[in-house]
């Protein structure tokens, strides 16, 4: 569209040699002014609609400037052109997270399109939105996990419909590789017939991975599906069904379905009471009634036997020392599952560069190693452990407190764990389950 035009004050004289800018539509032109006030104007509209019959004409002065805006309008007839989109640099090759330039250019008839967008995708999955600046485009954003591994198609697309431009696009194929995972549970707590489980999912490199949907499953059978947040981790609350009881398996799964992320599982055991088949009421009943009756003939035998033997008789004086139990009369037997693979495992991490994974992993093996000093323990939060644990020993109860403020910080803090905070909270667990650290096991500090 080819325009003259003038722009005057409004006592009639001209607004002489300014340059002055005019928005169009959605566009903005700069102009300038002749000693008359005349101006001429070229446009070419690009995401008008092709049903437009006028466009509005506004002057814009500048923040400083003495005058007011105006506006006009002009009345227009729009037809629509093909636009050329070629495409200058591609990868041939991607992975997960990995960034490759994509370039090119829009122009119609050998001249530059200006101030359009054009979209960026990869087997269907849309990467990004980019804008087209003086005919050039380019994108280098990361690789997401939804695109699917094998030869896929990049597309660049003008997403327009009936506007001025026509809408185009220019396709080449890359090959997407698949990207080895790693999955873990790092707390699996029970309460009653309920099971929190909490994790991370992550590339082999430690690179926690966002928006990935979990399965979680209560021995082979899935109970819930999950989706893993900011850093990979996940966790959630799901019920035992009552065929399970005692020891039951929980596992996570991943299964890398319309992914370029490989398969990953993990899996530990729990044990749950009450679970399993249900006691019918009728037999509850009769059990409680046959208990009652028990009790009431038990009271009467006592209340007999206390009255035929005086209180300083030597039948009286035995019973009472022979039915006496202290409670360091009755000895148990503890047993912790074994931790030093979860240490090994969580030194493992810190050593890849995980140290988020590193301080779940020797909360974990704190958890097991204490768990036969504490009755019910499973359903206890981090902080409720603690405090049910900590001793007088102030050095115990310190290490105590690292490792649980280091879990806490791991799971539900936006920032990373420090490699050096991360490497202090392995060496307190060490310290908690007995064992010291060796020299093959120590973990680097930080540069």
């Known amino acids: 569209m080819v325009a003259t035009g003038e722009l005057r004050t ?9 340059e002055i800018r005019l928005d169009i539509g959605n566009h903005s032109e700069r102009v300038t002014t002749d000693a008359d006030g005349g101006f001429s104007l070229e446009y070419r509209p690009t995401d008008e609609s092709l049903s437009t019959d006028e466009l509005d004409i506004e002057y814009v002065p500048d923040t400083q400037s003495i005058y007011l805006g105006n506006e006009t309008t002009v009345d227009v007839s729009i037809e629509q052109v093909e636009p050329t989109l070629v495409l200058t640099e ?12 994509v370039t090119g250019e829009l122009t119609v008839d050998g001249r530059s399109v200006d101030s359009v967008p054009v979209s960026v995708s990869l087997g269907g999955q849309q990467i990004e939105t980019i804008p087209v600046r003086n005919g050039v485009f380019g994108s280098s954003s990361p690789i997401p ?14 997403p327009f419909e009936e506007q ?7 396709t080449t194929s890359v090959t997407v590789r698949e990207t080895q995972s790693t999955l873990s549970i790092d707390e699996a ?9 909490n994790g991370s999912f992550a590339t082999v490199d430690g690179d926690g991975v966002r928006g990935e949907s979990l399965q979680i499953r209560v021995d082979g059978s899935t109970v819930d599906t999950v989706t893993t947040e900011d850093g990979g981790s996940f966790g959630t609350t799901v019920s035992v ?34 679970a399993g088949s249900q006691i019918p009421t009728s037999v509850l009943l009769a059990v409680g009634f046959v208990a009652v009756i028990t009790a009431g003939v038990g009271l009467w035998w006592v209340r007999r036997s206390d009255e035929g033997a005086s209180p300083g008789s030597p039948e009286r004086d035995q019973g009472a020392v022979t039915g006496s139990r202290t409670p360091a009369d009755r000895s ?11 240490l090994e495992r969580a030194a493992d991490q810190l050593a890849a560069g995980r140290p988020d994974d590193a301080a779940r992993t020797s ?16 359903s206890l939060t981090h902080w409720e452990f603690y405090q049910t644990y900590r001793s007088a020993d102030a050095t115990e109860s310190e290490s105590l407190r690292a490792v649980t403020q280091g879990y806490e910080r791991a799971v539900f803090d936006r920032d990373d764990v420090s490699k050096t905070e991360s490497m202090y909270v392995l060496e307190a667990a060490r310290r908690l389950c007995g064992l010291e650290e060796s020299s093959d096991d120590s973990v680097p500090a930080d540069d």
Do not use: C
């Open 164 to 170: 001025a431009l026509a809408g185009t696009a220019n």
């Open 363 to 378: 909360y974990a093996a704190v958890r097991r190693a204490l768990a036969s000093r504490i009755d019910g323990q499973d």
């Open 90 to 101: 591609t990868p041939s090759e991607v992975a997960y997270g990995e960034r490759h330039s």
């Open 189 to 197: 707590s029970v309460s009653g017939q309920e099971v929190t489980v």
């Open 241 to 274: 069904p009552s065929s399970s009881g005692g020891d039951v398996t929980v596992t996570a799964v991943y299964t890398g379905e319309g992914s370029n992320l490989a398969t990953a599982r993990a899996e530990t055991t729990v044990t749950v009471s009450g």
């Open 332 to 342: 148990t037997e503890s047993t912790a599952d074994p931790v030093e693979p979860l």
């Open 10 to 18: 409004f006592d009639g004289s001209p607004i002489a040699n300014e």
């Open 145 to 158: 996990a939804a695109v699917e591994d094998g030869d896929r198609e990049l597309t660049v697309r003008l």
